[in-house]
């Protein structure tokens, strides 16, 4: 009898717990988010704003077997401007640049050692522009609260698509060299965990000011790395915030790149140019231009890549 009666109250006794979590938290244990909460806490609903955001972190890569090595120090940021469009989603259009720096001094690398093939090759650094996500009005995002009155939530990206270097995985192909092992299709896994106020959620600002970004990614070796045959992974771990005042106050050395070299990514695009997810690490070492520079030993980023 006495079973029957403790198993009755567990219920009661589970929605004790979770009301005092939610009164040392003094929020919500959850709260639902949509769209535009998402562009809230990720950019703005303004439209006639650019939200940067910039992360620091690390590329790392294993291989089964092996112990996991630091490749490099990562420095990077992204524009980005939310623009809510009839059917109710929200397009995220930005520009993104990332620099790969020297693991021991952090210094700006264009030059690399590639360890898997003993061959020294010129360092791509990330300069995609544009970039685009849409989020359906439909969609919804659980946020669980934090210590310290706060809330989190991930966002997890499956990638896999048809490998914009080389897509019918065509052995005489001048980008064979550089498509990775699987040639034909691209795939990896992006993940972001967001960390926000709740002051600030249940206000009413377009943009969440304190937003802190957590980013995780596995990828192939990268396409300038020029190692096609080999089962490493690189994986990408970084953290970073909204920078308050735009590009002026984002670190120097990535600022000094945007000064001279990419002007264009002191504001977000205003409108979309083409459909889809708009340019990657991949499609843009595969335009003839970024190759050619790339065989020639260029030093990247290239000024103003072209939309």
């Known amino acids: 009898m006495m079973l029957i009666k403790f198993t009755s109250l567990l219920p009661l006794l589970l929605l004790s717990s979770m009301s005092v979590e939610a009164s040392i938290f003094g929020i919500s244990p959850t709260?639902?988010?949509?769209?535009?909460?998402?562009?809230?806490?990720?950019?703005?609903?303004?439209?006639?704003?650019?939200?940067?955001?910039?992360?620091?972190?690390?590329?790392?890569?294993?291989?089964?077997?092996?112990t996991p090595s630091v490749v490099?120090?990562?420095?990077?940021?992204n524009i980005a401007r939310a623009k809510k469009l009839p059917d109710g989603s929200y397009d995220l259009l930005g520009?993104?640049?990332q620099l790969y720096l020297d693991p021991v001094t952090d210094q700006v690398l264009h030059v690399w050692q590639n360890p898997f093939s003993g061959n020294q090759v010129p360092v791509v650094h990330v300069a995609n522009n544009p970039v685009y996500q849409n989020f359906p009005p439909g969609n919804i995002y659980l946020a669980r609260a934090q210590p310290g009155g706060t809330y989190t939530f991930q966002l997890s990206?499956?990638?896999?698509?048809?490998?914009?270097?080389?897509?019918?995985?065509?052995?005489q192909s001048p980008m064979y060299p550089y498509s990775g092992p699987t040639q034909a299709r691209y795939s990896a896994i992006e993940s972001f965990t967001f960390t926000f106020?709740?002051?600030?959620?249940?206000?009413?600002?377009?943009?969440?000011?304190?937003?802190?970004?957590?980013?995780?990614?596995t990828s192939p070796l990268l396409p300038f790395m020029a190692t096609p045959a080999t089962n490493v992974t690189l994986l990408f771990v970084a953290s970073g915030s909204k920078v308050p005042g735009g590009w002026r106050n984002l670190d120097s050395v990535v600022r000094n790149v945007i000064e001279t070299k990419l002007p264009a990514y002191?504001?977000?695009?205003?409108?979309?140019?083409?459909?889809?997810g708009g340019v990657s690490s991949w499609s843009y070492f595969a335009r003839p231009e970024v190759f050619q520079a790339y065989l020639?030993?260029?030093?990247?980023?290239?000024?103003?890549?072209?939309?």
């Not at 990720?42 to 089964?64: C, F, H, I, M």
């Not at 499956?158 to 052995?171: G, K, M």
């Not at 600002?205 to 970004?213: A, D, E």
């Not at 002191?266 to 889809?276: F, I, Y």
């Open 157 to 171: 990206i499956p990638l896999a698509y048809p490998n914009p270097l080389n897509p019918t995985a065509d052995p």
């Open 296 to 307: 020639d030993g260029a030093e990247f980023p290239l000024p103003d890549p072209p939309l």
């Open 95 to 97: 520009r993104e640049l």
């Open 197 to 217: 106020p709740a002051a600030e959620f249940t206000s009413r600002y377009k943009s969440l000011p304190s937003t802190q970004v957590y980013w995780t990614r």
């Open 31 to 66: 709260r639902r988010l949509g769209a535009e909460d998402l562009m809230r806490v990720r950019a703005s609903t303004d439209e006639n704003e650019s939200t940067v955001v910039e992360w620091q972190g690390q590329v790392l890569s294993y291989k089964p077997g092996d």
């Open 266 to 276: 002191k504001e977000a695009p205003t409108s979309r140019v083409s459909p889809g």
């Open 72 to 77: 490099f120090n990562v420095r990077g940021m």
